[in-house]
């Protein structure tokens, strides 16, 4: 079982807005990071330190964090946002690194 | 434009050693801030850290994998590799190596990821 927990799926229409979530312990100290896979690709990096985007990555996706619970938002969700996210950090012991369970974002 | 690219045989059999190489262009697997992993990703499941290991040799595992677990960096050749001994079919996955940017102990994230190869354990 992971430390860190997402809800399976999550669906949104098309121009909305959506909040994936992640949860555990380990974000009380340890920053999360989001990664973005579409089906038969590796991961990419969409938000990191919380809140920051790498270059090339779209403004509609913002990260925050608050208590011991990540959140990536999609602000205005296109259909190429369709996607499964993985979210990432430490675990609670601080010495190793855990993913969440991943949450299927269908944009409907 | 750093780029990691994974080799090795696409099936293994069970109780053998799945062995893999990842070939890092474009940089050098050389930096103080820079952890080279191994994830993998079964089919139709989530991702999973195997391990990460700095090119001074330093290494951390995942504790359940930690017993047939070997990961090593050769800076000569810019390559890490991933040694899985005694493997079932419960390691036939995706195996992806990537590189960690350690920025502070609370802050870091993999940047960068290889393609993924598909490793199959099978007789």
């Known amino acids: 079982s992971s430390e860190l927990t997402q809800d399976p799926a999550v669906s949104v229409a098309l121009g909305q807005t959506v909040r994936i979530t992640c949860q555990g312990d380990?974000?009380?100290?340890?920053?999360a990071s989001w990664y973005q896979q579409k089906p038969g690709q590796a991961p990419i990096l969409v938000i990191y330190?919380?809140?920051k985007r790498p270059s090339g990555i779209p403004d509609r996706f913002s990260g925050s964090s608050s208590g011991n619970t990540a959140s990536l938002t999609v602000t205005g969700a296109q259909a190429e946002d369709e996607a499964e996210y993985h979210c990432?950090?430490?675990?609670?012991?601080?010495?190793?690194?855990?993913f969440g369970g991943g949450t299927k974002l269908t944009v409907l | 434009q750093l780029q990691l690219q994974e080799s090795g045989p696409g099936l293994v059999k069970p109780s053998e050693t799945l062995s893999l190489t990842c070939t890092v262009s474009?940089?050098?697997?050389?930096?103080?801030?820079?952890?080279w992993a191994w994830i993998r990703q079964p089919p139709g499941k989530g991702l999973e850290w195997i391990g990460s290991?700095?090119?001074?040799?330093?290494?951390y595992y995942n504790p359940s994998l930690k017993s047939r677990v070997t990961i090593s960096v050769d800076t000569s050749k810019n390559q890490f590799s991933l040694r899985l001994s005694s493997v079932t079919a419960a390691d036939t996955a995706v195996y992806y190596c990537?590189?960690?940017?350690?920025?502070?102990?609370?802050?870091?994230?993999?940047?960068?990821w290889g393609q993924g190869t598909l490793v199959t354990v099978s007789s």
């Open positions: 990537a590189r960690r940017i350690v920025v502070t102990a609370t802050n870091n994230y993999f940047d960068i």
């Open positions: 474009g940089g050098s697997t050389i930096g103080s801030s820079y952890y």
């Open positions: 290991i700095h090119y001074t040799g330093s290494t």
């Open positions: 380990s974000l009380r100290t340890y920053y």
């Open positions: 330190a919380k809140d």
């Open positions: 990432n950090s430490r675990d609670s012991s601080g010495n190793y690194l855990v």
